[in-house]
């Protein structure tokens, strides 16, 4: 029988894509039974040959209502992976509050809404795993991109503090902070400048930077093995950052002044 540090019963969101679709496939594949959340799905079981499954079942990680149904098909649970996500673009002044409220209410509250109702199964067991997506970009804001840097940003506090709270439960948590990833995500990137903004033409070009170089940046498998890794850890890190340049990224965006850090930034994009 396949050992494993945490109950091999794991949740993946947003898995109909991306970094949660290359989840679900590998965790299945190293026989873990995979619950796949999306929007739109079927209901069909895939088996795999070690043992491992995904079992499709749709779920809306916006609406509670969906997510009390979807909660009704899994009765234990070890893992949670949470890789729903959305993102927009646009100047911090002029993009529509309406929208910010959409990117905050998919990122944000939408692990908020899923945690509901996967922390009560994962404190039934002796320990268990939730992995966060965040970003390169919850670490430093992306000009033209402030809002989603702002709901990863909250998922990084937020993740934070639940480690330290549910750590009495047996409940770990991670966060995964991929940088630039090649996924649908680019395509269904909203562009949400007016374009009688007085940013439009300067936004226009950082976002067209920030789509070329999503298109030739790393394979959403390679986001997915750092989680399988994390879920093989008694101590998963509390963070860790996908690949050597963002590690290193990441530890430079810690020592430089925030300054130096912000023209550096400016002109990039």
């Known amino acids: 029988m396949m050992k494993t540090v945490y109950n091999p019963e794991v949740l993946v969101t947003g898995a109909s894509n991306g970094i949660g679709k290359a989840a679900a496939l590998l965790f299945a594949e190293k026989g873990y039974h995979v619950y796949a959340m999306s929007r739109h799905c079927n209901d069909?079981?895939?088996?795999?040959?070690?043992?491992g499954s995904i079992t499709n079942i749709a779920?809306?990680?916006?609406?509670?209502?969906?997510?009390?149904?979807?909660?009704?098909?899994?009765s234990s649970l070890g893992i949670v992976i949470h890789c729903a996500g959305i993102g927009v673009s646009g100047s911090a002044e002029c993009t529509p509050v309406e929208t910010a409220r959409r990117q905050m209410e998919t990122n944000y509250f939408g692990v908020l809404n899923v945690n509901a109702l996967?922390?009560?199964?994962?404190?039934?067991?002796?320990?268990?795993?939730?992995?966060?997506?965040?970003?390169?970009?919850?670490?430093?804001?992306?000009?033209?991109?402030?809002?989603?840097?702002?709901?990863?940003?909250?998922?990084?506090?937020?993740g934070?503090?639940?480690?330290?709270?549910?750590?009495?439960?047996?409940?770990?948590?991670?966060?995964?902070?991929?940088?630039?990833?090649?996924t649908g995500f680019t395509a269904a990137r909203t562009h949400d400048e007016p374009k009688d903004s007085p940013y439009y033409d300067k936004c226009t070009a950082a976002v067209a930077k920030m789509?070329?170089?999503?298109?030739?940046?790393?394979?959403?498998?390679?986001?997915?093995?750092?989680?399988?890794?994390?879920?093989n850890?008694?101590?998963?890190?509390?963070?860790?950052?996908?690949?050597?340049?963002?590690?290193?990224?990441?530890?430079?965006?810690?020592?430089?002044?925030?300054?130096?850090?912000?023209?550096?930034?400016?002109?990039?994009?």
Do not use: W
Not at 59 to 66: E, I, K, L, Y
Not at 138 to 158: M, T
């Open 118 to 158: 996967a922390l009560p199964l994962l404190r039934k067991n002796r320990r268990s795993l939730v992995i966060i997506t965040t970003s390169f970009a919850g670490l430093v804001p992306i000009p033209f991109q402030s809002h989603y840097s702002s709901s990863k940003y909250a998922l990084e506090a937020y």
């Open 44 to 51: 069909e079981v895939k088996k795999f040959d070690g043992g």
């Open 233 to 269: 850890r008694r101590n998963p890190k509390v963070r860790v950052a996908v690949g050597l340049v963002y590690k290193f990224l990441a530890l430079l965006v810690r020592l430089l002044p925030t300054k130096l850090r912000q023209f550096i930034l400016s002109k990039m994009y």
């Open 160 to 182: 934070e503090a639940l480690r330290m709270e549910a750590k009495p439960y047996g409940v770990k948590v991670c966060l995964v902070e991929p940088g630039d990833t090649k």
């Open 211 to 231: 789509e070329h170089d999503e298109m030739h940046g790393k394979s959403p498998e390679s986001v997915a093995r750092v989680m399988f890794r994390q879920a």
């Open 59 to 74: 779920g809306d990680v916006t609406d509670p209502a969906s997510l009390e149904k979807a909660f009704e098909k899994i």
